[in-house]
T-cell receptor, first 113, second 112 residues
């Protein structure tokens, strides 16, 4: 069974800092990897999706990379803002034919003004 | 609709009661997923529908859990004889194609 791990579990940074969140997965046979943001009491918002054939995706201040062979992904957030405070989850989708996502336990980010 | 909606948002049940959780997916979305998220954990897959067909229910933790989507739109997750370990947030997601899942706000179930 695919296992997804996220380190660190929690992170506090001062506003304006650049930061990196890490995600690792045990089975490199994936279809894609997705990063989500979850705010308290709310559902998940998709941030970036990387197909297995891609190495990275960018959206605004966010950049996600994927190294499938080593089972790792990183989410880079530039110039962090207090509004970035949330829990960030990564999820992998098994190869085509399966539809469910395997999630990590998340990194709770606090950006201090 | 504008997004996936779920009701109720909060549900408190006494142990042994049956509960029903509703999900309204984005209009036209073929695929619908249910996930269970325990406190401090990531969501875990429960079941998947394509239209009205339940194609995967491998994540349902016991036969007390039952999901249906009779007309290929609204879905209901039913939990019979609730137990304290069923306390969690239940998330519903829908998608028009397999890649991107859009999540609802979840139903927080507390079993006393």
């Amino acid at each position: 069974k695919q296992e997804v791990t996220q380190i660190p579990a929690a992170l506090s940074v001062p506003e304006g800092e650049n930061l990196v969140l890490n995600c690792s997965f045990t089975d490199s046979a994936i279809y894609n990897l997705q990063w989500f943001r979850q705010d308290p009491g709310k559902g998940l918002t998709s941030l970036l999706l990387i197909q297995s054939s891609q190495r990275e995706q960018t959206s605004g201040r966010l950049n996600a990379s994927l190294d499938k062979s080593s089972g790792r992904s990183t989410l880079y957030i530039a110039a962090s803002q207090p509004g970035d405070s949330a829990t960030y989850l990564c999820a992998v989708r098994p190869p085509r034919g399966a539809n469910n996502l395997f999630f990590g336990t998340g990194t709770r980010l606090t950006v201090i003004p | 609709g504008a997004g996936v909606s779920q009701s109720p948002r909060y549900k408190v049940a006494k142990r042994g009661q049956d509960v029903a959780l509703r999900c309204d997916p984005i209009s036209g979305h073929v695929s619908l997923f249910w996930y269970q998220q325990a406190l401090g954990q990531g969501p875990e897959f429960l079941t998947y529908f394509q239209n009205e067909a339940q194609l995967d229910k491998s994540g349902l933790p016991s036969d007390r859990f039952f999901a249906e989507r009779p007309e290929g739109s609204v879905s209901t997750l039913k939990i019979q004889r609730t137990q304290q370990e069923d306390s969690a947030v239940y998330l519903c997601a829908s998608s028009s194609r397999a890649d991107t899942q859009y999540f609802g706000p979840g139903t927080r179930l507390t079993v006393l």
